[in-house]
Nanobody, 123 residues
Framework: VQLQASGGGVVQAGDSLTLSCAAS????????VGWFRQAPGKEREFVAC???????KYADPVKGRFTVSRDNAKNTVFLQMRDLKPEDTAVYYC??????????????????WGQGTLVTVSS
C-alpha cells in the first residue's frame, strides 16, 4: 500500500490550495481517508476525513474553509483549502483507517500514511 500526498506549496494568507492523496494497493471507497497536519514544534492533529460511505468530518479550525472529497475513478481524495491562514502552515498527511466513525480523529487508528506535503502560508 502506498499513499502519495501532493499539492502543497507556498501561498499567501487568503489564498486557496488543493491537496491530493492518491493510493495504490488500497481502494479509498473501502476506507475512511483522513487528513492530518503537523506544524513545526507541534503534535500532529486531525484536519478532516472522508468515510467509505461518504460522510465527512472536520476539525473546528478548518470548518467552513476546507472541503474533503473523493474521486473513485482516480482513487484519489482531495482536500480543498480556502481562505488559508498562517496558522494552517504545516506538513499535511493523508492516511487510511477502518476504525469506527467515532474514533476517526485519532491518528493512532490509521494504518497507512502518505509521506506528507508542506503547506506554507505567509501573512
Amino acid at each position: 500500500v502506498q499513499l502519495q500526498a501532493s499539492g502543497g506549496g507556498v501561498v499567501q494568507a487568503g489564498d486557496s490550495l488543493t491537496l491530493s492523496c492518491a493510493a495504490s494497493g488500497v481502494l479509498f471507497r473501502s476506507y475512511t481517508v483522513g487528513w492530518f497536519r503537523q506544524a513545526p514544534g507541534k503534535e500532529r492533529e486531525f484536519v478532516a476525513c472522508f468515510s467509505w460511505d461518504g460522510k465527512t468530518k472536520y476539525a473546528d479550525p478548518v470548518k467552513g474553509r476546507f472541503t474533503v472529497s473523493r474521486d473513485n475513478a482516480k482513487n484519489t481524495v482531495f482536500l480543498q483549502m480556502r481562505d488559508l491562514k498562517p496558522e494552517d502552515t504545516a506538513v499535511y498527511y493523508c492516511a487510511v483507517t477502518t476504525v469506527i466513525w467515532g474514533r476517526v480523529t485519532e491518528d493512532n487508528h490509521y494504518r497507512y500514511w502518505g509521506q506528507g506535503t508542506l503547506v506554507t502560508v505567509s501573512s
